[in-house]
C-alpha cells in the first residue's frame, strides 16, 4: 500500500471480446487509458479488471479499473462509467477490486459485478473500505455496505487505516479480505469478513498476523488449485530478510491461513526474489497441476510454479509486460493466454494502464 495523491476509481470497458484481443497485438503491450498530462503524478496505479463470463450476457468482456489521478476535484468523464462515492462525501480513491457474482448472494443476482474501494478525503484522514454493486453489467452502480472504517491514509505503524481489499466466494458466502492496521498489537495484518447477504459483515478473523509489531504483511490475493487448497500470496515488508518479500500459505480452507505453515518465501530455482505487491492467480494450463502465476512489483516476469506451490517449484518466466505496483494476473479464457494489467510504478511521473498478454 502506499500514500499519495488523491485519485478516483474509474472503469473502463477495455474490449468487446476477448477474441478481438489478439487482433490488436496485446502481446507487447495496450494502452488501456493513457491519462493527459493534466492528471496529478503518478496519473494512474492499481488496476484490477473482471471477465464477464458468468450469465450468458456480455460474454467474454473485460471491465478494467484503477485509481485514477484526475486533477482536483475528482471528475465525473466517464468513459464507461465511474463509481462514485455515493456515502461518505470523500470519493472513492485508492484500491479497486471488480468481482462478479458467480452465485446469488442475498438479494443479488449471479452475474451482479461487485466493485470494492478504498474511499478516503482529500487530506488522508480516513480509510473505509465500502461495497458497490452494478446489475447492469458495469453500466450504474449503487451502494450496498460498509466494510471496514479505518483511520489515517499513512502506512505508517501506529496509524490505524485499512487497506487493498480482494473478494471471493467460499461456501455459498462473500468473502473480502483487506490489510488492517487497526490492531494495536500489529503494525499491519492481513484478516477477512464474511457475508450471507453483502449487507452485514462478520467478525473481522486474522489471516495472516506475525509476533513482531514491525511486521507489514499486506496486499491478501488468493487462488483456488486443483488439490482444494488454496494459496495465499502477501508482501511480507519488515519481514526478517527485509524488503517486502513475497510471501505465500497454502491451506485447505480459506478461512484458516492463520493457523497455516507461517509462510515460504518465494524463491526462483534461478534466485530472482520477488519484493512487494504481489497478485496471484492458477490457471489449469501446463500439465495435471496447472500453472500458479505470481506477479511483484519488482519484476516484469512473472513466476509460474507447475507443483501445486511447492517450494522448490518457482521458475522465472520474462513477459513484454512493464513493471507496475499491484500489477494484476488474470487467466482469460483460452487458459494459455494470461493478461497481465498495470497501473504504473509508486513514484512513477507518467503512469498509464496497459494490459499484456503472456502466453505460456
Ligand atoms: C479531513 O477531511 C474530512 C472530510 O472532509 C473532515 O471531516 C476533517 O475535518 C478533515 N480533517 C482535518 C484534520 O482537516
Ligand atoms: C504436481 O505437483 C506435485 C506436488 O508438488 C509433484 O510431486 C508432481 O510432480 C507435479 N506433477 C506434475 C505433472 O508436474
Ligand atoms: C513478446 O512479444 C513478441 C512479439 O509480439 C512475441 O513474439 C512473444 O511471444 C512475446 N513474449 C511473451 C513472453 O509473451
Known amino acids: 500500500m502506499h500514500s499519495d495523491f488523491p485519485a478516483t476509481l474509474l472503469l473502463l470497458l477495455w474490449s468487446a471480446a476477448v477474441s478481438a484481443l489478439t487482433s490488436v497485438s496485446p502481446y507487447t503491450g495496450v494502452s488501456i487509458f493513457k491519462p493527459p498530462s493534466s492528471y496529478i503524478v503518478p496519473r494512474t496505479l492499481y488496476a484490477r479488471t473482471v471477465l464477464l463470463p458468468q ?91 460498509h466494510v471496514a472504517a479505518g483511520g489515517l491514509a499513512e502506512p505508517t505503524n501506529g496509524d490505524t487505516p485499512v487497506w487493498e481489499p480482494f473478494i471471493m466466494t467460499f461456501n455459498h458466502q462473500i468473502v473480502i ?73 497454502l491451506a485447505s480452507s480459506p478461512l484458516t491461513f492463520n493457523a497455516a505453515a507461517p509462510g515460504t518465501f518465494l524463491v526462483a530455482t534461478t534466485g530472482e526474489v520477488p519484493t512487494s505487491s504481489p497478485n496471484v492467480a492458477w490457471t489449469p494450463t501446463g500439465g495435471a497441476n496447472g500453472t500458479i502465476i505470481v506477479s511483484a512489483n519488482s519484476h516484469t516476469g512473472v513466476f509460474v510454479n507447475k507443483a501445486l506451490g511447492a517450494a522448490g517449484g518457482w521458475t522465472y518466466v520474462q513477459t513484454n509486460a512493464t513493471r507496475s505496483y499491484a500489477r494484476e494476473v488474470r487467466v482469460l479464457p483460452t487458459t494459455s493466454q494470461i493478461m497481465l494489467t498495470g497501473g504504473g510504478s509508486l513514484g512513477g511521473t507518467t503512469n498509464a494502464v496497459t494490459g499484456t498478454i503472456l502466453q505460456l
Open 177 to 249: 479480505y483487506y490489510s488492517d492496521q487497526r490492531d494495536p498489537l500489529h503494525g499491519q495484518k492481513l484478516v477477512h469478513q464474511v457475508t450471507s447477504d453483502l449487507r452485514t459483515w462478520g467478525a473481522v478473523v486474522d489471516d495472516v498476523a506475525y509476533d513482531a509489531f514491525a511486521a507489514r504483511p499486506g496486499m491478501t490475493t488468493i487462488a483456488l488449485l486443483p488439490n482444494g487448497q488454496y494459496i495465499i500470496t502477501y508482501e511480507y515488508c519488515n519481514s526478517p530478510q527485509g524488503g517486502c518479500v513475497v510471501t505465500y500459505r
Open 55 to 145: 450469465d450468458g450476457t456480455d460474454q467474454n468482456v473485460l471491465l478494467a479499473t484503477w485509481e485514477n489521478y484526475s486533477p482536483e476535484p475528482p471528475l465525473t468523464w466517464t468513459p464507461f462509467s465511474n463509481v462514485m462515492d455515493t456515502q461518505n462525501g470523500w470519493g472513492m480513491r485508492y484500491q479497486p477490486f471488480l468481482y462478479e457474482l458467480t452465485e446469488a448472494i442475498g438479494a443479488f443476482p449471479a452475474g451482479t459485478i461487485l466493485c470494492a474501494g478504498n474511499s478516503i478525503p482529500t487530506n488522508l484522514s480516513n480509510t473505509q473500505i465500502d461495497v458497490y454493486a452494478s446489475l447492469n453489467k458495469g453500466r450504474t452502480w449503487q451502494f450496498v455496505s
